[in-house]
């Protein structure tokens, strides 16, 4: 068998042709309005669960604008309109039962959350696979998906057995069915490792919107606003979520802590930062890939070049606040962690980051690596070509030349695509 793996090229990108799947799910989405509101969501949220209290009330504010920005995006979808309501109604709720477990248990709250590492760098970087890797260590608490979807555990309990998993592998089947190339582009698999964006989210902050919708007013919003208490609710949520099972030393990643190096550093004073670096190119290239494939069934429309010019310009910003911020972080916990090096020599440059973390890596932590990568090769689900010039009339080199302040503090990144 060979280890190479299969190069698909998606010709339907500007002009869809949908499945007989898509056309229905498209068709059903119409029957099933809904109101893009925060009442709206709140009320949905705290019917389904029985539970009233949200706790602080700042969140209110931000799902005000994600509502909003969404609204009026006048080419969403009734199936983009859908998954945006459906998404705030589940984080909605996910917060009334944590809130709703903190107070019947306010000791958790005591538990400390020890020197998290926290990985930021550009979505396809090599975050995900530092983190896969990572997250094998026993010693580490991470979030697979499975729990990061449904963070809390009691209310689905059935019988006696947590039924999430189950929920979330179903879930991941009808995705799998209607978008079959998504986990060529992100997987959503129960066991795939979670971004701390669904933690995030718990507070009604963070970028996850800005993949599902059109919505610059809620980016402008963020840039406005100091991340600092969106990050320590996520602080909250893994006290929670290590009350229900340890440890309490977490690893965790998220793209966009390129631009919250210091709100991820104010919640979480003792964590050890590594700032995953990539060619930017590459990762734009896949990043609007995905995001075109993904525009057939949340647009009425896919307009390539509207998405190239958000990605372009949300990259830049993403940048443009890393190399601002870098030089804030304190050397001894923070690491910059380069994408030809990992995939060189994983298991040596993991050892830097262990040992600048204050982790052991020993024989076991070797071995436990060895088992996720052996778990985790890089296409194992097949591979997308990805094509710039043919896709969005771009040229990398014109990208490139906008990101030189990027090349010029991080020259050790390699250029990828030519």
Request: net charge negative; with cysteine; glycine share 6%.
């Amino acid at each position: 068998m060979s280890d190479v793996a299969e190069k698909i090229r998606l010709t339907d990108l500007a002009n869809p042709v949908l499945t007989e799947i898509q056309s229905g799910a498209l068709a059903y989405s119409q029957t099933q309005p809904v109101t893009l509101t925060s009442e709206a969501v709140l009320a949905a949220a705290q019917a389904g669960t029985g539970l009233s209290d949200f706790g602080a009330p700042d969140f209110r504010e931000r799902l005000a604008v994600w509502m909003h920005a969404g609204d009026t995006d006048a080419e969403l979808s009734a199936a983009g309109r859908g998954t945006l309501f459906s998404e705030a109604v589940r984080l909605a709720s996910n917060r009334l039962q944590l809130e709703d477990t903190v107070r019947r248990h306010p000791e958790i709250l005591d538990i400390e959350i020890e020197r998290p590492l926290i990985i930021a760098g550009l979505p396809r970087s090599g975050t995900t696979y530092t983190l896969q890797l990572m997250s094998a260590d026993p010693r580490l608490r991470s979030l697979p998906h499975w729990e990061a979807v449904r963070p809390i555990a009691a209310p689905w309990i059935k019988d006696g057995k947590d039924t999430r998993y189950d929920t979330c592998a179903a879930e991941w089947a009808q995705m799998d069915a209607v978008m079959p190339y998504i986990k060529m582009i992100h997987e959503f698999s129960p066991d795939h490792i979670s971004e701390d964006i669904e933690l995030q989210g718990l507070d009604f902050g963070g970028y996850y919107f800005e993949w599902i919708a059109h919505v610059p007013e809620w980016r402008d919003y963020q840039f406005a606003h100091d991340a600092t208490s969106v990050m320590r609710y996520v602080r909250k949520a893994m006290q929670v979520l290590s009350w229900q099972k340890g440890p309490n030393r977490w690893v965790s990643k998220c793209p966009q802590h390129m631009e919250q190096l210091l709100a991820v550093k104010g919640a979480f004073p003792d964590s050890y930062i590594v700032i995953n670096h990539r060619d930017p190119v590459a990762s734009i290239q896949s990043a609007i890939t995905g995001i075109a494939y993904g525009a057939r069934l949340t647009r009425t429309r896919v307009d390539m070049q509207g998405i190239a010019d958000y990605w372009i310009d949300r990259y830049e910003r993403l940048l443009r606040a890393c190399v601002r911020d870098r030089d804030q972080l304190d050397p001894a916990q923070s690491y910059d962690l380069y994408f030809h090096e990992l995939m060189a020599d994983p298991f040596g440059q993991l050892e830097r980051v262990y040992q600048g973390a204050g982790v052991p890596f020993d024989g076991q932590t070797r071995d436990a690596f060895q088992q996720a990568i052996d778990a985790n090769k890089r296409g194992k689900h097949g591979q997308l070509a990805y094509n710039l010039r043919e896709d969005f009339g771009i040229e990398p080199a014109a990208i490139r030349e906008r990101f030189q302040f990027y090349y010029d503090r991080f020259p050790e990144v390699r250029i990828e695509v030519k």
